[in-house]
Every structure is written in C-alpha cells, then in structure tokens.
Nanobody
Framework: QVQLVESGGGSVQAGGSLRLSCTAS????????MAWFRQTSGKEREGVAA???????KYPDSVKGRFTISKDNVANTLYLQMNDLEPEDTAMYYC????????????????????WGQGTQVTVSS
C-alpha cells in the first residue's frame, strides 16, 4: 500500500512558478512509476508528467520545457516544478503511483495507476 499527500498548490499570476510536492508513505516507493495528472471541471484527467521506475521521464507537449518532474527516494517525495505558468494550467493537480509495471508509452493512462492523492489546486490568473 502507498499513501500519497500533495501540497504546494496556490494562486499565481501568469508567468509565475509553483512547486508541487507529493509525499508517499508505504513500501516500495523507490521502484514504482509515478506521475502528475491534472483535471478541470468537465474535462478528463490528463497526465502532465511521469517518471518511470527506471527513471525515464515523459511530458506532453503542452507542458514540455515548462514543467519538471523529479523524485527524491530518500525523502519519499515526488516533485513537480512548474515555471512560466499559463491560465490554461489552472486545475486540480493529482499525484499518482502505480503498483506494477507501466509501459512507458502508457505513462498517462490512468488505469495503470493504483494510488492517488487528494489533489492540490493550482490557479493561474492572467
């Protein structure tokens, strides 16, 4: 079992930065695939960054060059550094962890992730 707790959300102006954190508790944290997703009202939850158990990283084009995912296996914490934020980045952001192997090509497919945090809100104003 893995428990996830996100923090670091808030309100910023366009062009600003935020760093989200996701603290994990439980066993096997260091070897599992993890990801950040976001969701706005009426839309599907979408992946914005993923890090595989072997360290490979994936981003969608919408955030590439602006968002950076990283993981501290000692602190059991996943991070999402978000720079040059845009109003379109406004959403609830969720941390997710997979119990098993996730094909790298499927890093943003929600059904592969077994554990989810409660979410942290990010609001970007223009």
């Amino acid at each position: 079992q893995v428990q996830l707790v996100e923090s670091g959300g808030g309100s910023v102006q366009a062009g600003g930065s935020l760093r989200l954190s996701c603290t994990a508790s439980g066993d096997g944290y260091s070897s599992i695939s993890m990801a950040w997703f976001r969701q706005t009202s009426g839309k599907e939850r979408e992946g914005v960054a993923a890090i595989a158990g072997d360290g490979r990283i994936k981003y969608p084009d919408s955030v590439k060059g602006r968002f950076t995912i990283s993981k501290d296996n000692v602190a059991n914490t996943l991070y999402l550094q978000m720079n040059d934020l845009e109003p379109e980045d406004t959403a609830m952001y969720y941390c997710a962890a997979a119990r098993g192997w996730v094909p790298f090509s499927a890093s943003f497919i929600r059904i592969y992730y077994n554990y989810w945090g409660q979410g942290t809100q990010v609001t970007v104003s223009s």
